[in-house]
T-cell receptor
């Protein structure tokens, strides 16, 4: 079956530090890959996505590249801000026509950025 | 426009009680998903609707869990004879089509005592 393994947290960084959160996946075929973010007290929001190998998703200074050869989708940001403090989830959805595209999530990584 | 809304936001139930959790998807969204998120974990898929048809319920953990979407809009997740292990946040998400981005509601936090 499909699965997502995500770097365990929590992660604490100082403002302007470089961020990497590792994510690897197991899936048949070529799934779509996502990063979702959950800010304190809010619902899950899509941060970025990539739908095929070598695609790079980017948003709000965050980037992740779909690497089929290493089955990875690591999240990076060059300079984090206090406002980036949140829980980050890596997720995949299968690529199969006619079926539900339910998401399979990793366990989440809590990021705290200190001023 | 309004996003996905869920009610109640918090629910405390005594073990053995039945509960009903409501999801109002974004208007016009065809697909609706329910997920269960245990403390410190990622959401796990429960069930999926396309309009009023429940096309996949493979994630429902037991026959105590039941979901419906009778008119293809609002959905209700019902849990009968709640158990402590049912304590979790229940998330609803909707998407415009079969493959579109899923928009999540704020969730209902269920605590079974």
């Amino acid at each position: 079956g499909n699965s997502v393994t995500q770097m365990e947290g929590p992660v604490t960084l100082s403002e302007e530090a470089f961020l990497t959160i590792n994510c690897t996946y197991t899936a048949t075929g070529y799934p779509s890959l996502f990063w979702y973010v959950q800010y304190p007290g809010e619902g899950l929001q899509l941060l970025l996505k990539a739908t095929k190998a070598d695609d790079k998703g980017s948003n709000k200074g965050f980037e992740a590249t779909y690497r089929k050869e290493t089955t990875s989708f690591h999240l990076e940001k060059g300079s984090v801000q206090v406002s980036d403090s949140a829980v980050y989830f890596c997720a995949l959805s299968p690529l199969s026509s006619g079926s539900a595209r339910q998401l399979t999530f990793g366990s989440g990584t809590q990021l705290t950025v200190l001023p | 426009g309004a996003g996905v809304s869920q009610s109640p936001r918090y629910k405390v139930a005594k073990r053995g009680q039945d509960v009903a959790l409501r999801c109002d998807p974004i208007s016009g969204h065809v697909s609706l998903f329910w997920y269960q998120q245990a403390l410190g974990q990622g959401p796990e898929f429960l069930t999926y609707f396309q309009n009023e048809a429940q096309l996949d319920k493979s994630g429902l953990p037991s026959d105590r869990f039941f979901a419906e979407r009778p008119e293809g809009s609002v959905s209700t997740l019902k849990i009968q004879r709640t158990q402590q292990e049912d304590s979790a946040v229940y998330l609803c998400a909707s998407s415009l089509g079969l493959t579109g981005e899923q928009y999540f509601g704020p969730g209902t936090r269920l605590t079974v005592t």
